[in-house]
């Protein structure tokens, strides 16, 4: 057996010298929407490009950057090779990328936006029900009642369950105004320490967030499952994920009121022509949510 070495992969930091990366390549091209599997495929084939191209002379990033969308061209198409383009801009920006994701319970929203984050590179994630928790703690439930409920349950707190009229999307509509505040306070100190950030919850009601931030990208969708059959499956996945603290029982048995609470917010995201995504095939709700991101990225840099 031969042990000779491969040929070092050609450099692509002016300033830090650092070697090419397929790790980091990968996760750029996923930045853009392709799957990982694809992504690294493709940081294989620049890397051998690379490699061609520059035997004794290093490969500066932006040259880097030139042969990827070479390889894009060649091996996807024209609509790849732009959203590199878009996300190789948006690592060069100041503005802080927020990106709002919806959705009601059940619907996936959280495995959708960790992997959208990790993609395009957010390290703050959180969610509105953190936010709701929290404030459970400063805030009686005589004095604040609806935040004490699960966002399903939030009609059978006073005064909603002693008027029976669409008691639980009001009682949710209650919660929501409440936790509100508090994702308000996430936001501004976001925007005041210039990070980005990835928040998701069913209180991410269209309409009722600011589809703009001044000094930010914000991009804003609402996630959906149209099958009951398939929204069902979820939540048995969530009691084996979490063994047995979130018992399946009690959200099959709230799936009327969740298919009503999620029926409601559709509508609000058809007023406020927001964005939604069908996460029938988790793949392909992450790349659409991370294409809507590099389109909110495109609509800001035109209009600044």
């Known amino acids: 057996m031969s042990d000779r070495r491969p040929p070092e992969s050609p450099v692509v930091s002016p300033e830090a010298r650092l ?8 996760k750029a091209l996923m930045g853009t929407g392709l799957s990982p599997d694809r992504s690294y495929e493709l940081a294989r084939l620049i890397e051998s490009a690379l490699v061609r191209e520059h035997e004794e002379a290093p490969a500066r990033q932006d040259h880097v950057y030139d042969v990827a969308a070479e390889v894009l061209a060649e091996h996807e ?15 060069e920006v100041d503005a802080p990328l927020i990106i ?4 009601a319970t059940g619907t996936g929203k959280s495995t959708i936006t960790t992997e959208v984050a990790h ?4 390290t703050r994630v959180t969610s509105t029900d953190f936010v709701r928790q929290t404030m459970r703690a400063f805030f009686s439930e005589a004095f604040m009642p609806t935040i004490h409920y699960s966002s399903f349950e939030a009609g059978q707190a006073p005064p909603f369950s002693e008027d029976g009229r669409d008691a639980g999307v009001r009682g949710f509509l209650d919660q929501t105004r409440n936790v509100l505040v508090g994702v308000d306070a996430v936001l501004e100190r976001a925007l005041t320490e210039s990070h980005s950030m990835a928040l998701e919850g ?8 600011p589809t703009r931030l001044e000094g930010a990208i914000v991009s804003q969708c609402l996630i959906t499952i149209s099958d009951e059959d398939a929204h069902a499956s979820h939540f048995y996945v969530r009691d084996a994920d979490s063994e047995g603290l979130r018992p399946v029982d009690k959200y099959l048995n709230a799936l009327p009121e969740i298919r009503r609470i999620q029926n409601y917010l559709v509508e609000r995201a058809r007023d406020a022509d927001v964005p939604v995504v069908e996460n029938a095939d988790r793949e392909h709700a992450v790349d659409a949510v991370i294409r809507l991101a590099l389109d909110a990225f495109e609509r800001e840099r035109s209009t600044s």
């Open 100 to 103: 709002l994701i919806g959705g």
């Open 19 to 26: 070697p090419y990366s397929k790790g980091l390549m990968a």
């Open 119 to 122: 993609r395009l590179g957010i």
């Open 202 to 209: 069913v209180h991410i009601v269209p309409g009722l967030l």
């Open 77 to 91: 198409d024209e609509q790849a090779v732009r959203r590199l383009r878009r996300f190789q801009a948006l690592q």
